[in-house]
Every structure is written in C-alpha cells, then in structure tokens.
C-alpha cells in the first residue's frame, strides 16, 4: 500500500513563494494520479492539481492565473506555489489510488497523506 509524505509547508508573506513536496512510499505507478488539495480554514478540500503517473495525458492544475505548477521527480510530486495570497492559507494534502469521477473531489482518492500547514500573511 502506497504511503504519502507531504512536507514544505510553512509562513510567507503575501507575494511569497513555496514548493511543497509529496514522497510516495511505495511503486508510484501503482496510482494513476497524484493530486493536492487544499483545507481551508473551517472549509472542505478543494482540489487544485493533479500528476498523470505515466505517459498519455496532461497534467491539471486549476489555478487560472497560472501560480501554481505541478511536477514529479524520483517518486515526489512537487507542488510549487507562486505569488501566494492570504487566501491560500489552510492545510495542504496529496492524495493517491484515484477511484474515477472527477481528479478534484476529496472522494475519489483512497490514500492521503498528513497533510502541510500553509500560512498565507498580507
């Protein structure tokens, strides 16, 4: 069974960047996606990026300006985070063994890391 590390969290003023990062423990192929959410304070998790494991499709990252990247490299999938905003402050998950159905819903990943702390300052 897969296992998920997230690390790289942390406090940045508004404008700021970071990389977070998710060690998968575990044959990474054996999950077609790797995806990070985000927990807002009092709020669900709200899908922002997903990592296609193998050749074939793209990779979808829902920020529309464009401030956040996905990659993965040696079994971590990195998320990088640019120009961040209060707004992006909670708890930032990965999450692994997509079921089907949307890449963005909390429901349709059966593994998940222990998430990384996210404060956004303005």
């Known amino acids: 069974q897969l296992q998920l590390l997230e690390s790289g969290g942390g406090s940045v003023q508004s404008g700021g960047s970071l990389r977070l990062r998710c060690k998968v423990l575990?044959?990474?192929?054996?999950?077609?996606?790797v995806a990070w959410f985000r927990q807002a304070p009092g709020k669900g998790r709200e899908g922002l990026a997903a990592?296609?494991?193998?050749?074939?499709e793209p990779n979808h990252c829902r920020t529309p300006e464009g401030r956040f990247t996905i990659s993965e490299d040696k079994n971590t999938v990195y998320f990088q985070m640019d120009d961040l905003k209060p707004e992006d402050t909670g708890i930032y998950y990965c999450?692994?063994?997509?079921?089907?159905?949307?890449?963005?819903?909390?429901?349709?990943?059966?593994?998940w890391g222990q998430g990384t702390q996210v404060n956004v300052s303005s």
């Open positions: 999450a692994a063994v997509f079921t089907g159905g949307s890449l963005f819903t909390e429901a349709n990943y059966d593994i």
């Open positions: 575990g044959d990474i192929k054996t999950t077609k996606w």
């Open positions: 990592f296609q494991t193998s050749d074939g």
